[in-house]
């Protein structure tokens, strides 16, 4: 039986997924799904009164959509229609291509890590922070708002210790560039552009002391919690994101077995069988959550630390797929 991992051609961290995956034996089909265009990817899906076939052939590899046991929705990315020119064409084809894509992973009656209805679920930061707290975890201060004077009176409630961040995607993408948005201190700087705000809503939240930060990988039950000296730079101390390998050390952590159980409990609030927890660990010990990444990146955290990360997501897979 095969196990699905929908992803795109860049992701390395499925290559070292696969690895583990044929380490064990396991049969893994691997779909690129920017490649959803012209017969690149090829699509034969008959229906009749009593027959239902589904096949897809990729990459000189064909699969019948009934052998799949298990799936991992890793990274999937739209198709690349940079050689198609006109607007209404364009549009037409990514809405076919997204009807038979949600359509093809609803039909998957299998095993997932994680199912795409509930990882779309679980992205959003405001309903983790709505949530997490339910569970008993600690979250900072936040404000959402696209009111100014509401911005100020917060900055002033904190003490002018406050931090904006982005409520989705951290990325700026133009004409084949692209920018990361990181998590910044707002100062009295930014306070003289706070007129920005009203075009869009923003996030603050206020700005908590870290003695570390936390990097807490979750598969199926086991815990993978990863210390992050994140204050050791001056480059990572506000986001850890802007990576400073070489002067931030990472190495396996134990976690409190209440703070344990607490993670485990968002994940099962929001049926996942995969995420990634960021937190942050104060000069006083207390636990704070930052958010959850219900799909997020593992294998730096595994190089570095040695956790048998991929090891464990290959064996959940496997396991499902027999």
């Known amino acids: 039986m095969a196990i699905l991992l929908i992803t795109n051609e860049l992701d390395i961290t499925s290559d070292a997924l696969i690895e583990a ?19 690149m990817i090829k699509i034969n899906v008959e229906i009749g009164n009593q027959y239902f076939r589904p096949i897809l052939e990729y990459c000189s590899r064909r699969i019948e959509l009934s052998t799949i046991r298990s799936a991992f929705y890793r990274r ?15 549009s037409f084809i990514e809405a076919e291509t997204a009807a038979f894509t949600s359509w093809l992973w609803q039909s998957l009656h299998c095993f997932w890590v994680s199912p ?12 983790q922070l709505r949530i997490a707290p339910l569970l008993g975890l600690r979250i900072p201060r936040t404000l959402i708002t696209n009111k100014p004077d509401d911005v100020r009176r917060f900055y ?26 990181y998590t910044h201190r707002v100062g009295e700087q930014h306070l003289r552009d706070l007129e920005l705000v009203r075009e869009v809503p923003c996030l603050f939240q206020e700005r908590i ?9 979750i598969v199926g039950n086991q815990v993978f919690p990863a210390k992050i000296c994140s204050q050791s730079s001056t480059r990572t101390r506000d986001d850890w994101r802007r990576y400073d390998i070489g002067n931030t050390p990472h190495m396996p952590y134990m976690l409190p077995t209440e ?12 049926k996942l069988n995969f995420g990634a927890i960021d937190m942050i660990v104060t000069p006083d010990g207390e636990y704070i959550f930052l958010e959850l990444n219900p799909n997020g990146q593992w294998l730096w955290i595994e190089r570095l630390t040695g956790m048998p990360i991929s ?5 959940m897979l496997i396991r499902a797929s027999v």
């Open 21 to 39: 995956i044929e380490k064990r034996d396991g049969q893994v089909f691997r779909l690129n799904t920017e490649n959803f265009i012209g017969d």
């Open 76 to 90: 999937p990315i739209r198709p690349k229609l940079t050689h198609i020119n006109d607007d209404a064409s364009r």
């Open 116 to 127: 795409p209805r509930n990882i779309r679920s679980a992205e959003s930061k405001i309903d």
């Open 156 to 181: 002033e409630e904190c003490n002018g210790e406050i931090v904006n961040k982005v409520l989705a995607k951290g990325v700026i993408e133009h004409e084949g560039d692209s920018w990361n948005i």
């Open 209 to 217: 002391e870290k003695s570390f930060e936390l990097r807490v990988t």
């Open 259 to 270: 703070v344990e159980r607490q993670c485990l409990a968002l994940l099962r609030y929001y």
């Open 311 to 315: 090891e464990a997501i290959a064996d």
